[in-house]
T-cell receptor, first 115, second 116 residues
Framework: AQSVTQLGSHVSVSEGALVLLRCNYSSSVPPYLFWYVQYPNQGLQLLLKYTSAATLVKGINDFEAEFKKSETSFHLTKPSAHMSDAAEYFCAVISVSGGYNKLIFGAGTRLAVHP | GAVVSQHPSRVICKSGTSVKIECRSLDFQATTMFWYRQFPKKSLMLMATSNEGSKATYEQGVEKDKFLINHASLTLSTLTVTSAHPEDSSFYIC????????????FGQGTRLTVV
């Protein structure tokens, strides 16, 4: 079964600094990978997705992620953090089970941005 | 992007009562819907998957008699928490996938359930 592991439950950066949130996947087949953001008491918003096209995926709000098969990684980056980026970020992978394509989430990384 | 509306956003109920949460796809036909539960500061745990007109498929460990899921139309799925207890208090999130996609799903804004 497919799964994802997010390294670091909390990440803190200064405003304007590089954001790097780590995600490694486990999959026996080419994976479909996603990054979602969640603000307090809200649902999830899709940042970007990898579906076996380009390995460098650009998403909303200047986020991007690079699929590296050799490292089984799909890390999320943003060149310059804004205060509004403070939120919970989830990496997810599609897992086929019971005839359904299901989204399986990592444990999440809470990003804090300080002035 | 497609819009999924979840209602109510917050609900407080007494122990022993039942609560219904609605999930609607507003601008697309959701052939598949998913229900997740999220504990404080934790990830999302998939509870069940439902296809329109079919019985829901529950994940291991999820009580199907406690968490009743109905997907009666292509735009509406409901989750009913029956005989709710304080340990059922949680954040419940639905997501929906349309007939043209087998990967991407859109999320509702979640429902905060508090059982007192």
């Amino acid at each position: 079964a497919q799964s994802v592991t997010q390294l670091g439950s909390h990440v803190s950066v200064s405003e304007g600094a590089l954001v790097l949130l780590r995600c490694n996947y486990s999959s026996s087949v080419p994976p479909y990978l996603f990054w979602y953001v969640q603000y307090p008491n809200q649902g999830l918003q899709l940042l970007l997705k990898y579906t076996s096209a380009a390995t460098l995926v650009k998403g909303i709000n200047d986020f991007e992620a690079e699929f590296k098969k050799s490292e089984t990684s799909f890390h999320l980056t943003k060149p310059s953090a804004h205060m509004s980026d403070a939120a919970e970020y989830f990496c997810a992978v599609i897992s086929v089970s019971g005839g359904y394509n299901k989204l399986i989430f990592g444990a999440g990384t809470r990003l804090a941005v300080h002035p | 992007g497609a819009v999924v509306s979840q209602h109510p956003s917050r609900v407080i109920c007494k122990s022993g009562t039942s609560v219904k949460i609605e999930c609607r796809s507003l601008d697309f036909q959701a052939t598949t819907m998913f229900w997740y539960r999220q504990f404080p500061k934790k990830s999302l745990m998939l509870m069940a998957t439902s296809n329109e007109g079919s019985k829901a498929t529950y994940e291991q460990g999820v009580e199907k008699d406690k968490f009743l899921i109905n997907h009666a139309s292509l735009t509406l799925s409901t989750l009913t928490v029956t005989s709710a207890h304080p340990e059922d208090s949680s954040f419940y999130i639905c997501s929906a996938r349309d007939r043209w996609s087998d990967t991407e799903a859109f999320f509702g804004q979640g429902t905060r359930l508090t059982v007192v």
